[in-house]
């Protein structure tokens, strides 16, 4: 049996001893925000870091897609021992338009490569365990769904565990996630004198304004946990021309996948409804990848939880609700993992400016290492313990079979 304390202290020692790389990596990502499909060079940069190690990791760039990145390493282990248990870490580092890191993307990409290279020292300190370790840059999470093209292109066939960790304004070892689809609803009708010859028209504006009216009807009939909100993106050019073209733009957001199918469902009868009522045409478009909710781990939660007490998080014994939604979902449904949350020193709300400055404060990093290092220390625990390895596997298989039925 592995001596789980002196990794644990092998670990938060590596990881110590690296903080100011770590930190010059997240405010080289923080000072220069990079949108969705657009981190050239958060890519470049974390690269750099793990090539620039000690040469033991194989580091492979645009990974798949162009912004994501690879790198992995690997135990000798021992002659009849089982197959290598490979861990991986997610890096994201995909800012907002014009907020930059104002979901601290840059942090959760510190957290994975600290997280990596605190459980490579821990490894290295019991040589006999066949362990690989895996980070896996991930980008475009706040648009497109990195996660969701590297699933398909095979990125996570190979993974056992998957672990990253998201700053948020609390400590919590699981929050609900919902799912989330985009949608975007184009409707083409035909311009003409809105004065001298209105009959010959007809009007995709409103059609456009039905269909966001028959939307807002539809949200009293709505289970409470059901949401649903958008814009008109385009609504006509002048006013004495009648629009020949409309468009809008949703998010259609259920706790659970099975649900998401019937929200869509009730939300095209709208968009359709409006169309047929004003003779425009109609497209219905998903422009990005539907991101399901992610599936809880129980026994992973607890060891995280534990861990993180160790370090001194202080986890609510009911945390505030959360609301939003990650491609880490669609990861969690084939991989056994965890997406904790931490807080890091600010009351500031995601998706704002005052958290995009929180985010690459100096203050921030003491929560962020702290986190990195319940990461990977709750690796440490499965890697060290077969019962609890199970008892993982258990727990996944559990949570998809209730998401099915």
Known sequence: MANRHQMKEALQQRIESLKQQLHSLSRDIWTRPEVAGEEVN?????????????????????????????????????????????VGFLCEYDALPEIGHACGHNLI?????AAALGLKAAVETQPEL???????????EEAIGGKIDLIQAGAFADVDLIFMAHPAQQDASFLPTVTIAEVSVKYHGKASHASAYPWEGVNALDAAVLAYSNLSALRQQLKPEWKLHGIIKHG???PNIIPAYSELEFYLRTPRLSDLWELKAKAEACFRAAALATGCQVEIIYPAHTYSNILPNETLGTLYKGNGEALGMV??????????STDFGNVSFIVPGIHPFFHIGTDALNHTEKYAEAAGAEKAQLYALRAAKALAMTAVDVLCCPDLLQRVRDDFRLATLREET
């Open 236 to 238: 006509g050019v002048k």
């Open 109 to 113: 990409a510190e957290v994975g490569a």
């Open 315 to 324: 986890f609510p014994e009911h945390p505030a609700s959360f609301s939003g």
């Open 42 to 86: 958060a890519h470049d940069a974390l690269v750099r870091f793990f090539s620039e190690q000690d040469r033991a990791w194989t580091v492979q760039s645009h990974y798949e897609l162009p912004t994501a990145f690879r790198a992995s390493w690997g135990s000798v282990g021992t002659a009849g021992k089982p197959r290598r248990l490979n």
């Open 130 to 140: 066949p362990v690989q370790i895996t980070v896996l840059g991930t980008p475009a």
